[in-house]
């Protein structure tokens, strides 16, 4: 009775061990998702001039149940990365960390 209940067991474990490797190989599991994006603004007429009118965006990320702000510098250090496009292939042009917003830098965002 108890090898019997093992075989069984391990018959079961396999099938779906076979069967979620099969979705995963197939991308047949909807929890896998690609995103692409095509490669914008690569000329200069079409760009985002980052230094004009001292371009600024504010990032937040909350909970969806409470709207507490889930922000520990303890484990979280934002820092942003400037890429360009030069000859043909993405480059580095700078980077630097970024800081939490007082009352002055909302002041500066419209409202929503």
């Not at 929890?31 to 990032?59: P, S, T």
């Not at 409470?66 to 484990?75: A, L, T």
Request: hydrophobic share 40%; charged share 25%; proline share 4%.
């Amino acid at each position: 009775m108890g090898v019997s209940c093992s075989i069984i067991h391990l018959v079961t474990l396999l099938s779906f061990a076979v069967l979620k490797l099969t979705f995963v190989a197939f991308k047949i599991n909807p929890n896998i998702a690609v995103y692409e994006e095509n490669d914008l603004h690569l000329e200069e007429a079409e760009g985002i001039d980052l230094n004009k009118n001292q371009f600024e965006m504010a990032v937040v990320i909350t909970d969806v149940s409470s709207g507490e702000v889930k922000h520990d510098p303890r484990f979280v250090d934002w820092i942003y990365i400037n890429w360009g496009y030069k000859d043909g292939k993405y480059v580095k042009e700078f980077e630097g960390s970024m800081h939490p917003c007082n009352e002055a830098d909302f002041a500066k965002f419209h409202k929503p």
